[in-house]
């Protein structure tokens, strides 16, 4: 069978989208084909002038807010390593040896113990890995490394499907590291999914067409591996044969749970009672849940599959008759599913993923509670009254954000209780309203009158105590078709909202919204305050506030940032912080924070935004400083920065580096990270960490005086060892 090159767009870069060949290969062309949502939902109601202003409650630098943790969740019995919740109070921005093009100090805002002068941003043709001054770094683990004793050493001129099976799979994207209690910091179990292929750059073109295929299918799915260093001064190395090592590929059995499961939306000839599915696919972001599992979202899953693409269900999730990228509906009934018994098979797909990574034996689950949605990923935090809150984006452009609310309460220590709480709960869409006038809102992203994009807004229910909130829905079909549900009870059509997560020091939860070059153009919803920029081409991050309340239906919310380059954009925002202190951002994508509770994002679409390379930043949320954005780190050549963990105790972070050199060919590959060796790029998760351990710390250069964050005395800490 000859091989066939992988029919891409080839329409070349444009602003505000990312690579040609990621829209191909990631979402199906989504990104650049029509609109999914041509509901005419666009809700979006503007207060008058004059409304009561949040902006005193949530943001505005004041720290007025102070809501008590919970802190059950400090107390996760897999916590991220070495949580530190609590601490932190002076934030010292030191005036020491900074570097970058802006001169700025290294800082350690609210304590941080990752103190930094962040990069220069690093133009869009280098194909470097780019860290700041003191620092280092590592792969920890790249796609082909073999997982277990028996698997083959990789080789890029003969790879097949039976090593790959065995193998680090492509496109690592969410990352989650947790320490093996007991092991001092030393062992650690990592969660990694794989987002999709590029088998344009991964095999040789004379691979044999089907051999292409299992391939590729063998590099999708999920990997957990565990990881090994010395001491907390070395980076970590993956253990080979380990016995947690695990892939999940798509000949495993993954069970549905929820109402959804069972029902006749989800049946095929090869699972007639809709219990189990094989496989997962197009995961992307994920969060690591209180008792210690993982969530992933499996986010474009409509471009692996062929269908009719008649119903207003297919259209609503973009799934067409038209052949897919990789040609899996040639080889396999199940992927086309104008096939005879595999008519539901694409319903199957779209939902966050629950794997324990602690037990290798393990069925992972599919939840169809939270909802069938291209969805980001998902992040949960536990509620002031015990029940866990779970946050969605639906990330696809004009749809939407949602919520879930269990029925259950969190059980500290009942571990198989808690891994049921995804399986029952009610389901919420937001709705946001702006307090400024529309008229003020005019595509520009320039602030309205009122100095803020702020407001209020609503949780509307889908679900509630097990029954359908919509007209005409069943439970089951709002979990499956959630999309047209959402559609009927108005809610806010959001530009592409990506990771969505809840800050356990301060309870108010972050929206990254990449960004939506369509916003305002043509027929489609024009700029509203929440979404304020026409043809936002850099995004923004929406912090929200659920009033003291995790399962309330009511929140506060104002924009954090309006990302761009403000050298080159009036219209950006940092939260009132100079903006020509910042470094400049696009396209936000994924979130984390770190002990101390600042906000870090990783950004995809960086190139085709402002014309630099991919990276990784640190936001300071709290004090004068709030708003703060400093860059830590840029990834090499076409490649996006994804799954960002931060240990700043440990003065290090990891990143997953996802498809370097996308752009290039086999034999003309236009980046060669992390090797450098001539042969060609590997996705990989990297570890960032000083580059001179046991040197004081490489803690270096400021001089804390500060800037005084309220609660700030200054940390007095490094004090010019640079
Ligand atoms: Fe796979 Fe929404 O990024
Ligand atoms: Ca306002
Ligand atoms: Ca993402």
Redesign the pocket.
């Known amino acids: 069978m000859p091989r066939l090159n992988l029919p891409l767009l080839m329409d070349g870069h444009t602003r505000g989208k990312r690579s040609a060949v990621t829209c191909a290969l990631?979402?199906g062309n989504q990104c650049v084909g029509s609109d999914c949502n041509t509901s005419s939902n666009g809700y979006f109601r503007d207060i008058a002038a004059g409304a009561l202003s949040r902006r005193a409650l949530i943001g505005g630098g004041t720290g007025a807010i102070a809501i008590a943790l919970a802190g059950t969740q400090g107390a996760m019995a897999h916590g991220p390593v070495g949580a530190k919740p609590g601490k932190g109070k002076g934030n010292g921005n030191g005036n020491g040896n900074g570097k970058d093009k802006a001169g700025k100090p290294g800082s350690a805002p609210n304590g941080s113990e990752l103190v930094f002068a962040p990069i220069a941003p690093v133009d869009a043709a280098v194909d470097e890995f780019t860290v700041p001054e003191g620092f280092t770094w590592h792969p920890v683990i790249r796609w082909g490394d073999p997982i277990f004793e028996d698997a083959p050493e990789f080789d890029w001129h003969a790879q097949s499907a039976e090593a790959q099976n065995l193998q680090f799979g492509y496109n690592n994207?969410y990352t989650e590291i947790q320490e093996i209690p007991g092991s001092g910091g030393r062992r650690a179990v990592m969660f990694v999914n794989h987002?999709?292929t590029n088998e344009n750059i991964m095999v040789p073109p004379t691979m044999d067409a089907a051999e292409v295929v299992e391939v590729g299918m063998a590099a999708h799915g999920l990997t957990v591996v565990e990881l090994e260093r010395k001491n907390h001064n070395v980076p970590y190395e993956y253990v080979r044969g380990a016995e947690l090592n695990r892939r999940i590929l798509l000949s495993d059995t993954f069970e549905l749970t929820g109402a959804a499961a069972g029902s006749d939306l989800v049946t095929t000839v090869e699972d007639p009672e809709g219990r189990y599915v094989l496989g997962t696919l197009?995961n992307?972001?994920g969060g690591l849940t209180p008792w210690g599992t993982v969530l992933s979202?499996e986010?474009?899953f409509h471009s692996y599959f062929r269908a009719p693409g008649t119903s207003a269900q297919e259209k609503r999730y973009g799934l067409a008759d038209k052949p897919t990228a990789r040609g899996w509906e040639n080889a396999h009934d199940r992927y086309d599913t104008r096939n005879a018994g595999y008519e539901n098979e694409a319903n199957r797909f779209g939902y966050i993923v629950e794997v324990d990574p602690w037990d290798p034996t393990s069925t992972p689950k599919k939840h169809t509670a939270l909802g069938r949605f291209?969805h980001?990923?998902a992040n949960v935090i536990i509620a002031e009254d015990g029940r866990v809150v779970a946050y969605s984006?639906d990330?696809e452009r004009f749809d939407y954000l949602y919520k879930f609310v269990s029925t259950k309460k969190y059980v500290e220590g009942d571990r198989a209780h808690n891994m049921t709480l995804l399986e029952e709960g009610d389901l919420y869409v937001a709705r946001f309203e702006g307090n400024s006038p529309s008229a003020e809102i005019d595509g520009s992203a320039a602030l309205p009158a009122d100095g803020a994009f702020d407001g209020t807004g609503q949780w509307l229910p889908l679900v509630l105590d097990g029954a359908s909130q919509v007209p005409g829905f069943s439970v089951e079909e709002v979990l499956v078709h959630t999309r047209l549900a959402a559609d009927a009870v108005g809610p806010t059509k959001m530009d592409?909202c990506?990771d969505v997560e809840p800050s356990l020091h301060s309870r108010r939860v972050y929206v990254a919204c990449?960004n939506n070059s369509n916003r305002g153009v043509g027929s489609n919803a024009g700029p509203d305050e929440v979404n304020p920029r026409t043809q936002n081409r850099d995004g923004h991050v929406i912090e929200m506030d659920e009033l003291g309340d995790q399962t309330t239906t009511s929140f506060a919310w104002n924009l954090l940032l309006v990302c761009g380059d403000p050298a080159t954009d009036e219209n950006t925002y940092f939260a009132g912080f100079p903006e020509d202190q910042v470094s400049p951002i696009s396209c936000p994508?994924?979130l984390a924070f770190d002990s101390v509770g600042n906000l870090w994002i990783s950004t995809?679409g960086q190139p085709s935004g402002i014309g630099f390379n991919d990276g990784l930043f640190r936001v300071t949320l709290d004090g004068d400083a709030r708003g703060n954005v400093e860059q830590f780190l840029s990834v090499p050549r076409d490649g996006?920065t994804?799954g960002p963990i931060i240990r700043d105790q440990d003065r290090t972070a990891f990143v997953a580096v996802q498809h370097p050199g996308e752009d290039g060919s086999w034999g003309a590959h236009t980046s060669y990270f992390p090797d450098y060796d001539g042969t060609g790029p590997k996705p990989s998760v990297i570890q960032v960490l000083p580059a001179k351990p046991g040197k004081g710390k490489g803690r270096g250069n400021g001089n804390g005086n500060g800037r005084g964050n309220g609660n700030g005395n200054g940390n007095g800490k490094g004090n010019g060892r640079g």
């Open positions: 990631k979402c994207d987002e999709y197009g992307c972001a979202g986010e474009n291209k980001e990923g984006g990330d592409r990506e990449t994508d994924n995809d996006e994804c």
